[in-house]
C-alpha cells in the first residue's frame, strides 16, 4: 500500500509570488497617498518577484496548479489594478469620467490579456506573446509617472496625455502583435567575455537615470510589437491586431502553422510566468 501524496502548497515559490502580490498591494497604498515615485518603484520589484516565482519553480521542480493560479491573481493586482489605480491618482482624477474610464479599459485589458495567457499555455509560440504582456505594460504606466515624479511634471497639467498612454498600453496587451519573448536565449550557456562587460555597461547605464532609462525600453518594447508584426506580414487586417489570431500573433500558413506545431510538441514547453 502505498503512502498517500502529503497535501499541502510549497513555500519558496509563492513566497515570491506573495512577496510580487504585497510590492502591487503597497504601490496601490502609496499612490493614494500621493508618493508616486514609491508607488511606481513598487511596481517593478513586483516584475523581479514575478519573474523569480516561476523560474525557482521550474528549478526546485515545484510547480503546481495552485502555484499558477496564485501567480495569476498576484499578477491581476500587481500588474491590473495597481497600475490603473496610480495612473489614475496621479493624472486622471481629475479629467471625471473620462479619467476613471481610461482607467478601467486598462483594469479590463489585464484581465482579458492574463485569461487569454492562461487558456493559451501548451498552445502558443514560446518565441513571441501575443499583446503586451502584463508586466510590461505595467512598467511602461509605472515609468511614465516616475519619469514625471523625477522631472516635476505634474500628472494633472497633462491629464489627457496620461489617459491616452494608460488607454492605448490596455489596448496593446489585448493585440495580435507579437512581442519577443526571449524564452529563446539561453541563459545557462557560455558567453563571450565581452558580453560581460557590455552587461555592466548597461547596468552603469540604467544606475544613472534609472526612470529615464526603464521608461524609454519600455516604450520601445511597446513599439517593437507592431514594428514585428507589420514587418513580417505582408497585408495586415484588422482582425490581425485584434481578432482570434491563428497562433500566437505568427501570422503563418496553414502548412508553416502545422509544421510549428509538430516542432513544439517534440519539445519542452515552458510556461513562463511572465504573462
Same mark, same amino acid.
Given at each position: ?10 513555500? $519558496?515559490?509563492? &513566497? ?14 502609496m499612490s493614494m497617498n500621493g508618493q508616486f515615485e ?18 525557482? !519553480? ?26 490603473? $489605480?496610480?495612473? /489614475? ?5 481629475? $479629467?471625471? +469620467?473620462?479619467?476613471? %474610464? ?9 484581465? &482579458?490579456? $492574463? ?16 499583446? %503586451? ?6 512598467? %511602461? ?28 498600453t490596455g489596448l496593446l496587451m489585448v493585440s495580435n502583435?507579437? /512581442? ?9 550557456? +557560455? ?30 518594447? !511597446? ?11 505582408? +497585408? ?28 513544439? !510538441? ?7 510566468? +511572465?504573462?
Amino acid at each position: 500500500m502505498t503512502n498517500p501524496k502529503p497535501r499541502g502548497i510549497y513555500l $519558496l515559490p509563492n &513566497l515570491l509570488t506573495t512577496a510580487g502580490l504585497f510590492s502591487g498591494f503597497y504601490a496601490v497604498v502609496m499612490s493614494m497617498n500621493g508618493q508616486f515615485e514609491n508607488a511606481a518603484i513598487a511596481i517593478f520589484v513586483a516584475m523581479i518577484f514575478d519573474g523569480l516565482d516561476g523560474r525557482v !519553480a521550474r528549478m526546485t521542480n515545484t510547480q503546481s496548479a495552485f502555484g499558477a493560479e496564485y501567480d495569476s491573481m498576484a499578477d491581476m493586482v500587481s500588474f491590473g489594478v495597481a497600475p490603473a $489605480l496610480i495612473a /489614475y491618482n496621479f493624472g486622471l482624477s481629475e $479629467l471625471g +469620467k473620462f479619467g476613471w %474610464l481610461a482607467a478601467f479599459i486598462y483594469v479590463a485589458c489585464a484581465a &482579458l490579456r $492574463l485569461a487569454r495567457f492562461n487558456t493559451q499555455i501548451g498552445m502558443s509560440d514560446n518565441r513571441y506573446f501575443q499583446g %503586451l504582456a502584463s508586466p510590461a505594460a505595467a512598467a %511602461l504606466i509605472s515609468g511614465m509617472v516616475w519619469v514625471s515624479m523625477e522631472y516635476d511634471i505634474g500628472g494633472n497639467d497633462y491629464g489627457v496625455i496620461v489617459a491616452i498612454i494608460t488607454g492605448i498600453t490596455g489596448l496593446l496587451m489585448v493585440s495580435n502583435f507579437k /512581442y519577443n519573448s526571449f524564452k529563446e536565449v539561453d541563459w545557462s550557456g +557560455k558567453v563571450p567575455f565581452v558580453a560581460l562587460l557590455l552587461i555592466m555597461m548597461v547596468f552603469i547605464i540604467v544606475a544613472t537615470a534609472p526612470s529615464l532609462v526603464l521608461f524609454i525600453v519600455f516604450i520601445l518594447y !511597446a513599439i517593437a510589437g507592431p514594428v514585428n508584426t507589420f514587418r513580417t506580414v505582408d +497585408k495586415v487586417t484588422l482582425e490581425d491586431v485584434v481578432g482570434e489570431a491563428k497562433e500566437d500573433a505568427d501570422f503563418q500558413t496553414d502548412e508553416e502553422n502545422t509544421s510549428s506545431n509538430s516542432e513544439k !510538441a517534440n519539445s519542452d514547453n515552458d510556461a513562463s510566468p +511572465k504573462n
